[in-house]
């Protein structure tokens, strides 16, 4: 099974800034099937990113992904207030198609 | 867009079977496009993908919850079940329905593109 570690558990900034989210895997993740899912209380999660930098539907051009192999990263550009969530990350290039423990990106 | 939407008893005692249904709209949950899954979250913990099926009944399930899931498809109510059995407090957790796309050519599930909003389903004699 892929463990998926994210760092930095909780991330602390202000609207404007700019926030960068780590997502390490155990081993090498095919096809650059990474995701990336912002989630916020009572709501249903949202896909923000998949093939590891690929924008979904509708997701602003603030945010972005890159990475390949172990290592990827999330990078929202200029915090809007509505972007304070939690972040999840998540592999499917292989089973079980497993997630991140997320960070928390919080207003400082 | 697709629509997804969870629905199933609140409270379920230990030993026994928790039941949730997952009604999709907006699209055909026939569709050779998509598989159809199921994720939980325990409170105060991540996320936990407890497994797929597509619309022919073919399955895939984590391996850590295997031995006590079954789900089902019901093309004719655009509906797909969870069954969990055996139940604990440790399965007391919000439980999701999503849709995941799925790409024939390479026999890939790939990410989860629609969520439903969520139902918490507490494990409590």
């Known amino acids: 099974e892929t463990v998926l570690t994210q760092s930095p558990g909780t991330l602390s900034l202000s609207p404007g800034e700019r926030a960068t989210l780590s997502c390490r895997a155990s081993?090498?993740?095919?096809?650059?099937?990474l995701a990336w899912y912002q989630h916020k209380v009572g709501q249903a999660p949202r896909l923000l990113i998949y093939g590891a930098s690929t924008r979904a539907t509708g997701i602003p051009d603030r945010f972005s992904g890159s990475g390949s192999g172990t290592d990827f990263t999330l990078t929202i550009t200029r915090l809007e207030p509505e972007d304070f969530a939690v972040y999840y990350c998540?592999?499917?290039?292989?089973?079980?198609?497993?997630f991140g423990q997320g960070t928390k990106l919080e207003i400082k | 867009q697709l629509q997804l939407q969870e629905s199933g008893p609140g409270l379920v005692k230990p030993s026994e079977t928790l039941s949730l249904t997952c009604t999709v709209s907006?699209?055909?949950?026939?569709?050779?496009?998509?598989?159809w899954a199921w994720i939980r979250q325990p409170p105060g913990k991540g996320l936990e993908w407890i497994g797929s099926i597509y619309y022919s009944g073919t399955t895939y399930y984590n391996p850590s919850l295997r031995s006590r899931v079954t789900t089902s498809v019901d093309t004719s109510r655009n509906q797909f079940s969870l069954k969990l059995s055996s139940v604990t407090a440790a399965d007391t957790a919000v439980y999701y329905c999503?849709?995941?796309?799925?790409?024939?050519?390479?026999?890939?599930?790939?990410?989860?593109?629609?969520w439903g909003q969520g139902t918490l389903v507490t494990v409590s004699s």
């Open positions: 999503a849709s995941q796309p799925y790409r024939r050519a390479a026999r890939s599930l790939l990410y989860l593109d629609y």
């Open positions: 081993q090498s993740v095919s096809s650059y099937y």
């Open positions: 907006g699209g055909s949950i026939s569709s050779h496009s998509y598989f």
């Open positions: 998540q592999q499917y290039g292989s089973s079980p198609y497993s």
